[in-house]
């Protein structure tokens, strides 16, 4: 059985930090593109962050030089370091576990949620 468990998320002032961390079970981890995706309340989920197994990174126009994905093979696990932390990263933030191979092959944590709001 897959899981896919986040922690960290909080309330934070802005200009703040925050890092999340996701703790994979259930899937062979280093065969999984690992990202880490927010909803913002009444918005459409989107991508913040991935990173691929050979550490390959790719960012969201809007959190790029703010936020860092890291990723440890041996623990099955995913971070993301948020830094100067804006109102509008307020969201619940998910982790998402992409196959590389099997297309469509993905699976979701529950969420944290993010509060930016001094």
């Known amino acids: 059985q897959v899981q896919l468990v986040e922690s960290g998320g909080g309330l934070v002032q802005p200009g703040g930090s925050l890092r999340l961390s996701c703790a994979a079970s259930?899937?062979?981890?280093?065969?999984?593109?690992m990202g880490w995706y927010r909803q913002a309340p009444g918005k459409q989920r989107e991508l913040v962050a991935t990173i691929t197994s050979d550490g390959n990174t790719n960012y969201a126009d809007s959190v790029k030089g703010r936020f860092s994905i890291s990723r440890d093979n041996d623990k099955n696990t995913v971070n993301l370091q948020m830094n100067s932390l804006k109102p509008e990263d307020t969201a619940v933030y998910y982790c998402n576990a992409a196959h590389s191979i099997i297309a469509g092959h993905e699976s979701w944590g529950k969420g944290t949620l993010v509060t930016v709001s001094s």
């Open positions: 259930g899937i062979i981890f280093s065969l999984n593109v």
